[in-house]
């Protein structure tokens, strides 16, 4: 029954402790996965509670099976946003590789949750059958463990490079992508998962509340499963982002336009798409070319937003 509420892993580990659980955590690295639902409060505004709660509990379960299949463990819900854990309770040298499967294997299941709600008429509003999911990664070291008050408390994590993680997935939707990651979630994808996984860089950025540089990257696809159109699309984007931080404005104009054209999240449709990677990068040399960076620019946007 316990095992209902508190991740399977997390009882287990309770047990064969053989004592009561008590405050406190440790510190190890963890890969940790946040998830939101795109414009959430407008399914609130558009369902009754009760037919909300149905579609939420379909699309909890999927996500919840599929972090956990990929030997994640379920940190919390917090309304429809999914908040995991990937390297503990149980020790996992490859979490940010299983992170990553993780995320694809969600995208793909919420595309064809899609399908099916499209197949079932009028029973959902249009929003549903739109519904987009952005999730955010990050590899660090953190404190793990029970953690709240002498008599309740949660099992979940906590530190910078979580705080780092959250910051991934609010801040997808200012790069108009879904499932956006650090460099140190890729790096360490590569060093356990080989170069399986298909990454494309967005940047260097600064987030809100944050003084480090961060590079940022959106996690694509399987290499063996991405379109030869998707590879040209990141080829072109990576050229375009080298003219970009050597100022040469024009020529990352050019190449994004071009890019622009391949993305594989093309704008408007049925899709509810409004912005992809190299729409985004227009708009913002568009805006460097009316209001040139300081001469010490090195190429880093400050996020202005979480």
Same mark, same amino acid.
């Given at each position: 029954?316990?095992?209902?509420?508190?991740?399977?892993?997390?009882?287990?580990?309770?047990?064969?402790?053989?004592?009561?659980?008590?405050?406190?955590?440790?510190?190890?690295?963890?890969?940790?996965?946040?998830?939101?639902?795109?414009?959430?409060?407008?399914?609130?505004?558009?369902?009754?509670?009760?037919?909300?709660?149905?579609?939420?509990?379909?699309?909890?379960?999927?996500?919840?099976?599929?972090?956990?299949?990929?030997?994640?463990?379920?940190?919390?819900?917090?309304?429809?946003?999914?908040?995991?854990?990937?390297?503990?309770?149980?020790?996992?040298?490859?979490?940010?590789?299983?992170?990553?499967?993780?995320?694809?294997?969600?995208?793909?299941?919420?595309?064809?949750?899609?399908?099916?709600?499209?197949?079932?008429?009028?029973?959902?509003?249009?929003?549903?059958?739109?519904?987009?999911?952005?999730?955010?990664?990050?590899?660090?070291?953190?404190?793990?463990?029970?953690?709240?008050?002498?008599?309740?408390?949660?099992?979940?994590?906590?530190?910078?490079?979580?705080?780092?993680?959250?910051?991934?997935?609010?801040?997808?939707?200012?790069?108009?992508?879904?499932?956006?990651?650090?460099?140190?979630?890729?790096?360490?994808?590569?060093?356990?998962?080989?170069?399986?996984?298909?990454?494309?860089?967005?940047?260097?950025?600064?987030?809100?509340?944050?003084?480090?540089?961060?590079?940022? /990257? &959106?996690? =694509? #696809? $399987?290499? @063996?499963?991405?379109?030869? *159109?998707? /590879? &040209?699309? =990141? #080829? $072109?984007? @990576?050229?375009?982002?080298? *003219?970009?931080?050597?100022?040469?404005?024009?020529?990352?104009?050019?190449?994004?336009?071009?890019?622009?054209?391949?993305?594989?999240?093309?704008?408007?449709?049925?899709?509810?798409?409004?912005?992809?990677?190299?729409?985004?990068?227009?708009?913002?040399?568009?805006?460097?070319?009316?209001?040139?960076?300081?001469?010490?620019?090195?190429?880093?946007?400050?996020?202005?937003?979480?």
């Amino acid at each position: 029954m316990l095992g209902s509420y508190v991740a399977p892993d997390v009882v287990e580990k309770l047990i064969n402790a053989g004592e009561p659980p008590h405050l406190g955590g440790i510190e190890t690295e963890i890969t940790a996965y946040f998830s939101d639902i795109q414009s959430f409060s407008t399914f609130s505004e558009k369902m009754p509670p009760n037919r909300l709660v149905e579609l939420m509990n379909e699309y909890l379960t999927a996500c919840t099976d599929i972090v956990q299949a990929e030997g994640g463990t379920l940190d919390k819900y917090i309304g429809d946003a999914v908040v995991a854990m990937f390297g503990a309770p149980a020790a996992q040298p490859d979490h940010a590789y299983h992170a990553c499967l993780a995320t694809l294997r969600v995208q793909k299941r919420l595309e064809e949750l899609r399908v099916k709600w499209k197949g079932e008429g009028d029973k959902w509003p249009e929003i549903v059958r739109r519904m987009r999911s952005r999730i955010g990664l990050n590899t660090g070291r953190c404190i793990v463990g029970n953690m709240g008050s002498r008599t309740r408390f949660n099992y979940t994590m906590m530190g910078d490079d979580v705080n780092l993680a959250a910051r991934m997935e609010s801040g997808a939707k200012s790069w108009g992508v879904y499932t956006m990651c650090t460099e140190a979630t890729k790096a360490a994808c590569l060093v356990h998962g080989g170069d399986r996984i298909l990454f494309r860089p967005l940047g260097r950025i600064v987030v809100k509340g944050r003084a480090k540089v961060t590079q940022i /990257h &959106e996690v =694509i #696809g $399987l290499k @063996e499963n991405t379109p030869d *159109r998707t /590879h &040209e699309c =990141i #080829g $072109l984007f @990576e050229q375009a982002l080298t *003219r970009y931080y050597a100022r040469d404005w024009s020529g990352a104009l050019a190449l994004f336009n071009r890019s622009a054209l391949l993305e594989p999240n093309q704008l408007g449709g049925d899709a509810g798409i409004s912005s992809n990677p190299s729409v985004v990068y227009l708009r913002i040399i568009e805006q460097y070319r009316a209001s040139p960076p300081t001469p010490d620019w090195d190429g880093v946007y400050v996020m202005s937003d979480k």
